[in-house]
């Protein structure tokens, strides 16, 4: 492989900015999805959830699709084919009239998205592994993370002065900016020697392939339940602050301020995770979530919302031990699975995707007028996690002592 051209802090904040046309597609709509309801004749604020939650779905979907073919054609070309279904999916959102459309335009987003979101991660592998790619992926998120601190206003700022529409006609530009950084600074990372051709087995073979991998499929299993609760909260973040607390001028500096809250823990992790290893953080961050929501859900069951000092500090625990979570579960699933980086890529996250997606649905319909049920979601995901991780290291011993 030639000698990349692009130092690794580039490296890093183009991985960023290429993960990051996502969450800008997310967090820049929230403050709009009343907004959009009523303009596409849907005033039901559960079906407004579904503008968010529904763009997982095609990002769960669509990595069927571009893992296998970038391990065949190279990650270069599926993130411009990504991105040009990103493209007209998001003119699909710009004159959809029913909320059928506007939620076709979003999975279709999802699914053009996914490229550039799953074959970064593939990049990454392919150039990182252990303990230095968690590192990289941290400094990597620690940038991802100034999109949804900043998104929210900005959707806000673009409302104010224009219309709902004109936020989509912003994230087409972004799209395309980072496209062209991405094709004038990165090389190709798969060399030809590790391209496997594709054939329709491909992804069989590569399920089979991760399947063999335990300990994967565990922590994909809790990437799953973790991603799940978290876009309960995506979801449902509006409704809460804008409606149950009337903080609608207030809800862009409240969703900064605790995506704050993530990157202080991302940034402590690129500094541990080399020292301790991602295994005992992971453990230390999803027992810690437990216990926050937990402590929150026996505290005020049955009760109406706490102040809204009382909920942002619990918030601001949750994302905490969330920073610690989300680089380093992607990162230990595909820890044995370099040689099938783009189809295990794929593969991980269509699972943790076709989990999150259901558990978000469900939950969110709770949320109606009062942010206790986040937190029993939280609770459940969380705690089913650690019976998952648990039940491994069980079997593993069990495994050592028959040995």
Not at 13 to 18: G, K, P, S
Not at 154 to 183: P, R, S, V
């Amino acid at each position: 492989m030639k000698k990349s051209k692009v130092s690794q802090f580039e490296f890093i904040a183009l991985m960023a900015f290429l993960m990051s046309v996502v969450a800008l597609a997310i967090d820049a709509l929230l403050p709009a999805l009343d907004i959009i309801g009523i303009s596409i004749g849907s005033e039901n604020p559960a079906n407004h959830q579904l503008l968010i939650t529904m763009i997982f779905l095609g990002l769960g979907l669509g990595p069927l699709l571009f893992g296998p073919l970038s391990d065949s054609l190279g990650r270069k070309p599926m993130i411009f084919v990504g991105f040009g279904i990103f493209i007209i999916a998001s003119f699909i959102c710009v004159y959809a009239e029913s909320i059928e459309i506007m939620v076709l335009g979003r999975v279709l987003q999802g699914i053009g998205l996914s490229s550039p979101r799953t074959i970064s991660v593939a990049i990454i592998r392919d150039k990182y592994s252990g303990d230095n790619m968690a590192k990289i992926m941290s400094f990597v998120i620690v940038i991802f993370l100034l999109v949804p601190i900043i998104a929210p206003a900005l959707g806000k700022l673009i409302l104010d002065f224009y219309n709902w529409q004109a936020i989509f006609y912003m994230q087409i530009g972004f799209c395309l900016l980072i496209a062209l950084w991405f094709w004038k600074r990165q090389e190709e990372t798969l060399t030809d020697r590790n391209r496997i051709k594709f054939k329709r087995s491909l992804f069989i073979s590569g399920f089979i392939e991760l399947f063999r991998y335990k300990k994967t499929i565990a922590y994909t299993l809790v990437s799953g339940f973790i991603t799940g609760s978290f876009m309960v909260y995506l979801s449902c973040s509006q409704q809460i602050f804008q409606e149950q607390y009337q903080l609608k001028e207030a809800f862009p500096y409240i969703f900064a301020g605790l995506a704050f809250s993530s990157g202080l823990s991302i940034i402590l992790n690129g500094i541990f995770v080399v020292k301790y290893g991602m295994k005992k953080i992971i453990n230390f961050a999803i027992i810690g979530f437990f216990g926050v929501s937990i402590i929150y859900v026996i505290m005020f069951f049955n009760s109406p919302n706490p102040t809204i000092e009382i909920i942002l500090t619990f918030f601001a625990f949750q994302f905490f031990f969330l920073g610690f979570l989300f680089g380093n579960l992607r990162s230990i699933a595909m820890q044995p699975l370099g040689h099938i980086a783009g189809i295990a890529a794929a593969i991980t996250g269509f699972i943790s995707t076709l989990m999150a997606v259901p558990i978000s649905i469900i939950i969110g319909k709770y949320v109606d007028t009062t942010a206790l049920p986040i937190f029993i979601g939280f609770s459940i995901c969380s705690f089913l996690s650690i019976l998952t991780l648990s039940a491994i290291k069980l079997k593993n011993k069990y495994l050592f002592t028959r040995i």
